[in-house]
């Protein structure tokens, strides 16, 4: 069975950092596209960046909004994937998802509970 | 960017109602869409892909529809479970980018 588990979430001022963390089980990480997806308070969902399978590269994107704050990166040994944030801001605060693409590219067909980040000072 | 406006943002109808939830972006995106139902205090749920393929062990009560700019979801005859809001994501070009939302409640 698929499961994803997020932690590391929690209060932050901003311009601090922090670092998510998903486990994975019951699938190779490596193996798939792993996405982080957050949500505001009650907003919508707004894609944060993926890291691709080990076979394409693992390289990684990110949308405008986090590039050069956020890093995505993996721990294939144990099938585990990171978010380290940077430089926060207050607009960070969401609930983070982390989002496995198992079956098929760019679909996110496999989620986590998510975990709370919050920036405040 | 590529924005993905939903239309409506919220609905109200009857239980055994048609409902239809239409997403519109903003440039051609060909069939790299999908639609995703979040029930309130979970994570969302993939539930149609490229366009107007069912994902394994959901409804056939749901569709979709479309291609190029204009999309449609469709809930045949809308149940109490389906009770949520659904988004639509389009993969065609980075940043993926998602539709606002359409809260769909029972009347």
């Known amino acids: 069975e698929v499961q994803i588990v997020e932690s590391g979430g929690g209060l932050v001022k901003p311009g601090g950092s922090l670092r998510l963390s998903c486990a994975a089980s019951g699938f190779s990480s490596s193996n798939a596209w792993m996405n982080w997806v957050r949500q505001g308070p009650g907003k919508g969902l707004d894609w944060v960046g993926r890291i691709k399978s080990r076979a394409e590269g693992g390289t990684t994107d990110y949308a405008g909004s986090v590039n050069g704050r956020f890093t995505i990166s993996r721990d294939d040994s144990k099938n585990t994937l990171f978010l380290q944030m940077n430089s926060l801001e207050v607009e960070d605060t969401a609930v983070y998802y982390c989002?496995?693409?198992?079956?098929?590219?760019?679909?996110?067909?496999?989620w986590g509970q998510g975990t709370l980040v919050t920036v405040s000072s | 960017d590529i924005q993905m406006t939903q239309s409506p943002s919220s609905l109200s109808a009857s239980v055994g109602d048609r409902v239809t939830i239409t997403c519109q972006a903003s440039q051609d995106i060909g069939d790299y869409l999908n639609w995703y139902q979040q029930k309130p205090g979970k994570a969302p749920k993939l539930l149609i892909y490229d366009a107007f393929n069912l994902e394994t062990g959901v409804p056939s009560r749901f569709s979709g529809s479309g291609s190029g700019t204009d999309f449609t979801f469709t809930i045949s005859s809308l149940q109490p479970e389906d009770i949520a809001t659904y988004f639509c994501?389009?993969?065609?070009?980075?940043?993926?980018?998602f539709g606002g939302g359409t809260k769909v409640e029972i009347k």
């Open positions: 994501q389009q993969y065609d070009t980075l940043p993926l980018t």
């Open positions: 989002v496995a693409d198992i079956r098929r590219e760019n679909c996110f067909d496999s």
